[in-house]
């Protein structure tokens, strides 16, 4: 259902927590206009982009994206949808964004993901994926018929660098440091709103009834 008034809203949780699938379902269920900073990060990796080059740095060294260049990019994006509802997927991460956003934009909503970490190393160190159809494999949930190679072509699959099991755990440790700050942030606004699980199927029901207390 649309909402029966403007949203503005963040979904927060570990990389690999679920924002994305979640956010999918929120976004279909309260037809939110979506914005995911990894889909607008991938995007300009892959255009080989100055932001995109500093994400891909950063990442490969199991790093946080700055700052600034995160600020830049979703401030300009909710600059250019001015009156309508969104969902934010992957920001704000660091206090330093939160505060620059709230500059920009007040905020209604803040859904938190609290994913066990030992669920989310499971989740993507044991991702693998075919680089030439982008087709995605799971040694536990989604294995290949073959051991480390894609059942289509019988090429080799690789595991990208932040799939790694080093930069999965720097990128949780950098994370739990960095946004402990920023939901102590929004609890003491009283915007900030938390549920724990290991399944996004469990999770999901939980947070379409919170959404639609508040709608």
Partial sequence: MPPTKLVRAIIMGPPGSGKGTISSWIVRDFQMQHLS?????????????????????????????????????ILAELGEIQGKSFLLDGYPRTLTQ??????????????????????????????????GSGRVYHTVFNPPKQG???????????????DKPA?????LN?????????????????????????????????VKSYLESRL
């Avoid at 440091?177 to 929004?186: G, M």
């Avoid at 609890?187 to 900030?192: A, D, I, N, P, S």
């Fill in 37 to 73: 900073s990894g889909d607008m990060l991938r995007a300009q990796m892959g255009k080989g982009t100055g932001a995109g080059e500093a994400a891909k740095a950063a990442i490969a060294r199991g790093e946080l994206v700055a700052d600034d260049i995160m600020n830049d990019m």
């Fill in 98 to 131: 939160a505060q620059a956003l709230g500059k920009s934009q007040p905020i209604d909503v803040v859904i938190n993901l609290d994913v066990p970490f030992a669920t989310i190393r499971e989740r993507i160190e044991g991702r693998w994926v075919h680089p």
């Fill in 148 to 162: 480390g190679v894609d059942d289509v072509t019988g090429e080799q699959l690789t595991q990208r660098e932040d």
């Fill in 167 to 171: 930069a999965v755990t720097a990128r």
């Fill in 174 to 206: 950098i994370y739990q440091k960095q946004t402990e700050p920023l939901l102590a942030f929004y609890r003491e606004q009283g915007t900030l709103h938390e549920f724990s699980g290991t399944e996004s199927k469990v999770i999901y029901p939980k």
